[in-house]
């Protein structure tokens, strides 16, 4: 992480508060999350969204943020740049530059309060790979690429993002069919994390970085993660089509999650 200067320190105490009144939390609504899917929960500031593994092999999920007005969504640029590749308990999601304010922006949008994936998640983290991390999702161009095999048809984490995109009110309320699926696609082109998918920087001898994608292991029943809201917002999360990556895209399992706020 950078240097903890006055505009970046960590109130880890007031997290520390959140994380220990867990069992007086009141519940907002619930929600599952189905295969090829994507969706919008919204959040209020204080708020605390929870996804949860209930099956025995492991479904990824990619996050996105976005604030009501759609102005700024959680920058992997500026989290990366503050907080690193990799998420962790006390993580932050910063956000995007503010386009009515040239001075305003990247602000933290959220705040990791609980990461359950255990030690030995895939490889394990001993290992270098960790289990949540930053950078894009899975597309028809990439899966068209990787498995032509399987055709045009192989859903997505880009159509899923699509379709969490078109149930924000402020796009779903655009009259017009074009605007309204040119601004849902645009939403869904922008970078994201993901949860339960283990990945460790790879270096080769000419300095270049790649991931190192591996299979999940089980965790179990009810292992999840948990996100602060810091601000009003829409948490756009989607159903990874490659499952728990045991199997090529297309022909994994493919299991529900199960979202509390």
């Known amino acids: 992480m950078t240097e903890e200067t006055p505009q970046f320190k960590l109130n880890k105490a007031h997290y520390d508060k959140v994380i220990a009144a867990k069992a007086d939390r009141k519940l907002v609504y619930e929600a599952v999350l189905e295969p090829n899917n994507g969706d919008a929960y919204y959040l209020k500031p204080g708020w605390v969204i929870r996804l949860e593994q209930r099956h025995e092999s492991v479904q990824i999920n990619d996050w996105l943020w976005y604030t009501p007005d759609l102005k700024e969504h959680g920058s992997y640029a500026n989290s990366f740049l503050v907080e690193g590749s990799y998420l962790r308990l006390y993580s932050r999601v910063w956000s995007s530059q503010n386009p009515d304010n040239p001075n305003g922006g990247m602000r933290p ?3 990791m309060v609980a990461d359950e994936a255990p030690e030995d998640f895939g490889p394990g983290r001993q290992k270098g790979y960790n289990p949540h991390w930053w950078y894009y999702h899975c597309s028809p161009e990439w899966h068209y690429a990787g498995v032509p095999e399987e055709g045009v048809g192989v859903n997505a984490c880009h159509k899923n993002f699509y379709q969490a995109a078109l149930r924000l009110p402020k796009v779903a309320a655009i009259e017009d069919l074009e605007m309204r699926r040119d601004l849902a696609n645009t939403i869904a082109c922008t970078p994201n994390f993901q949860t339960f998918q283990p990945m460790k920087y790879m270096h080769d001898e000419t300095g270049q970085h790649r991931w190192d994608l ?3 292991t089980p965790v179990p029943y009810g292992t999840g993660v948990e996100f602060y809201s810091e601000v009003e917002q829409y948490a756009l ?25």
């Open 237 to 261: 999360i989607t159903e990874c089509p490659h499952g728990d990556q045991t199997a090529p895209v297309g022909k994994v399992p493919l299991h529900p999650v199960y979202i509390s706020v």
């Open 109 to 111: 949008m959220a705040t």
């Open 214 to 216: 591996r299979p999940c």
